[in-house]
């Protein structure tokens, strides 16, 4: 069965840490898809990142990065340099195919903290 | 990609009464979705709105309880019916775009059930 467990709950670090937000999944299928939205205190869900099961290459974006490894099932998300604007709630999301948008399994989402 | 406008943004509501969540596009989207958010919880699917015909629903939610419409490609509506305090969450209004591949969100409808 599909499954995204996010094992933390709630993360606080001080501003400028280094911090990763772990996600592990579960999928039959071969072909998939990994996301991560971001769901600051204003409810929205911001879209990050998506990664495609053919392509294990990490990603880069400013001080986002992502570490995909099939091997363990994960789909880390790091932040470096925290900043307070992190402050949100980071869901990581597993799709089975690129245009079944209803196929969508969310883990349970991991509250970040981030202390000036 | 597509901007989503959600009304309302948050409301207080009396038990036993209906509330109806609008859902308005900026483009003409195919896909529509809608999605529920307890307090401290995880994203569930209500429901996908289909233009033109009865929305498909997910276990564990019926259509007397979440009545939804969509009667064009940019609009839908969700009405929460009945409201009992368990329906106190975060009504999210969502839309698949056919190769952006992403699924996209509104601002949500934060609803409190007194």
């Known amino acids: 069965a599909q499954k995204v467990t996010q094992a933390q709950t709630e993360i606080s670090v001080v501003e400028k840490e280094d911090v990763t937000l772990d996600c592990v999944y579960e999928t039959r299928d071969t072909t998939y898809y990994l996301f991560w939205y971001k769901q600051p205190p204003s409810g929205e869900l911001v879209f990050l990142i998506r990664?495609?099961?053919?392509?294990?290459q990490n990603e880069i974006s400013g001080r986002y990065s992502w570490n995909f490894q099939k091997s363990t099932s994960s789909f880390n998300f790091t932040i470096t340099a925290s900043q307070v604007v992190d402050s949100a709630v980071y869901f990581c999301?597993?799709?089975?195919?690129?245009?079944?948008?209803?196929?969508?399994?969310f883990g349970s989402g991991t509250k970040l903290n981030v202390k000036p | 990609s597509a901007v989503i406008s959600q009304k309302p943004s948050r409301d207080i509501c009396q038990r036993g009464t209906s509330l109806t969540i609008q859902c308005q596009v900026d483009?003409?989207?195919?896909?529509m979705f809608w999605y529920r958010q307890q307090p401290g919880q995880s994203l569930t699917l209500i429901a996908t709105a289909n233009q033109g015909s009865e929305a498909t629903y997910e276990s564990g939610f019926v259509i007397d309880k979440f009545p939804i419409s969509r009667p064009n490609l940019t609009f839908s509506t969700l009405t929460v019916s009945n409201m009992s305090p368990e329906d106190s969450s975060i009504y999210l209004c969502?839309?698949?775009?056919?190769?952006?591949?992403?699924?996209?969100f509104g601002a949500g409808s934060r609803l409190t059930v007194l």
């Open positions: 969502s839309v698949g775009v056919s190769g952006a591949n992403v699924l996209t």
């Open positions: 483009s003409q989207v195919t896909m």
């Open positions: 990664r495609n099961s053919f392509d294990e």
């Open positions: 999301a597993l799709s089975e195919a690129l245009y079944n948008f209803n196929k969508f399994y």
